[in-house]
């Protein structure tokens, strides 16, 4: 039984350039992740647009959300409320009590982008859904950051927490998808 789903991009995933890319042009920490879903773009596209803290929440599995108090689960279903993202919108960000993200670039139902500034580091996020044939998608998520000062760090420490967390996304999605 494997633990974590796939989060590998294939090598043409890494070497392409993704919306968002130019936001962190000179980015010290690139970190991408890919996992495919047994679902059309259109279907996936409304729970990426609702993802956040204090909106449809970080979609885990239930085996990992049994041990979240009920309040903190992220939803189970796609809610209208949180469908209207905008270019300029804030998401307030699970990194701290006032970290957020801000929508820089949304094409629905292909790509979302966001930036936002962590301790002296420029962050872009790029969401990027693409169809596959028969009716899958294939999500790719790219995490560009500069300037770090402990590079290292964050890419082991930074870079372990994306792989687990990512890896719980896919399989969360997994579970709520029709």
């Known amino acids: 039984m494997r633990l974590l789903p796939e989060t590998r991009t294939t090598p043409d995933e890494t070497r392409a350039a993704l919306p968002g890319d130019d936001l962190v042009p000179d980015a010290a920490v690139v970190m991408d992740r890919a996992f495919t879903l047994a679902a059309r773009p259109e279907t996936v596209w409304p729970w990426f647009a609702q993802l956040g803290k204090q909106r449809g929440g970080w979609y885990f599995p239930r085996s990992v959300e049994r ?6 689960r992220a939803a189970r279903a796609v809610d209208g409320r949180w469908q209207g993202l905008r270019v300029g919108d ?25 930036s936002s ?5 420029d962050v872009s996020w790029s969401i990027n859904l693409r169809p596959l044939p028969p009716g899958g998608t294939r999500v790719q998520l ?19 927490f994306d792989l687990l967390t990512i890896a719980g996304l896919a399989a969360g999605l997994r579970e709520r998808l029709p």
């Open 67 to 72: 041990f979240i108090p009920p309040s903190r």
């Open 117 to 121: 500034k962590r301790r002296g580091a």
């Open 90 to 114: 804030q998401v307030p960000d699970y990194g701290g009590p006032h970290e957020t993200f801000t929508v820089a670039a949304i094409d629905p139902p292909t790509s979302l982008v966001y």
């Open 142 to 160: 790219r995490l560009r950051m500069g300037p770090v000062k402990q590079r290292w760090l964050v890419e082991s420490v930074g870079g372990l």
